[in-house]
Nanobody, 126 residues
Framework: QVKLAESGGGLVQAGGSLRLSCAAS????????MAWFRQAPGKEREFVAG????????YYTDSVKGRFTISRDNAKNTVYLQMNNLKPEDTAVYYC???????????????????WGQGTQVTVSS
């Protein structure tokens, strides 16, 4: 029904910036929650940032607060993750995810999401 396509990953040095994009196609609804997750080798997938589609309310995991910004463009049906001051520990595959009517207290749980992108690799060198 919905396809999510991430782009914008790459290799950067510590302190650099990247902007990830997630383009949604297919039938979508306004009452949804969009999020970015990431997964490093040998680790579980973790929540990074999320945004409500209707009003753009955002939420971030503590490790990226002040460095990452999630936003969305309703007209383009696209969500972005602006990543500044990148650190080596940010290295991971970043995934875009979409969920419908996710309770606010559970947005960090990847099991609550209905659609996932293929992921885009972000590598930060020291």
């Amino acid at each position: 029904q919905v396809k999510l396509a991430e782009s914008g990953g790459g290799l950067v040095q510590a302190g650099g910036s990247l902007r990830l994009s997630c383009a949604a196609s297919g039938l979508t609804f306004s009452n949804r929650y969009m999020a970015w997750f990431r997964q490093a080798p040998g680790k579980e997938r973790e929540f990074v940032a999320g945004i409500t589609w209707t009003f753009g309310s955002t939420y971030y995991t503590d490790s990226v607060k002040g460095r990452f910004t999630i936003s969305r463009d309703n007209a383009k049906n696209t969500v972005y993750l602006q990543m500044n001051n990148l650190k080596p520990e940010d290295t991971a595959v970043y995934y875009c995810a979409e969920g419908f009517n996710i309770p606010p207290r559970t947005v960090v749980a990847d099991s609550k999401y209905d659609y996932w992108g293929q992921g885009t690799q972000v590598t930060v060198s020291s």
